[in-house]
């Protein structure tokens, strides 16, 4: 059985990682596209 706290800290940590995806993606992102001249 998820006690109160376990469910909480599953909430917390579900909209963590949420918020950090596109952030994460975001990041990725840049450094693609700052990375591609150089390639060339």
Avoid: C, H, N, Q
Avoid at 2 to 9: D, G, H, M, N
Avoid at 28 to 38: C, Y
């Amino acid at each position: 059985m998820i006690t109160r706290r376990e469910a909480l800290f599953g909430a917390a940590l579900g909209a963590a990682a949420v918020a950090a995806l596109p952030a994460l993606s975001a990041t990725v992102t840049k450094a693609e596209i700052s990375g591609l001249p150089r390639e060339k």
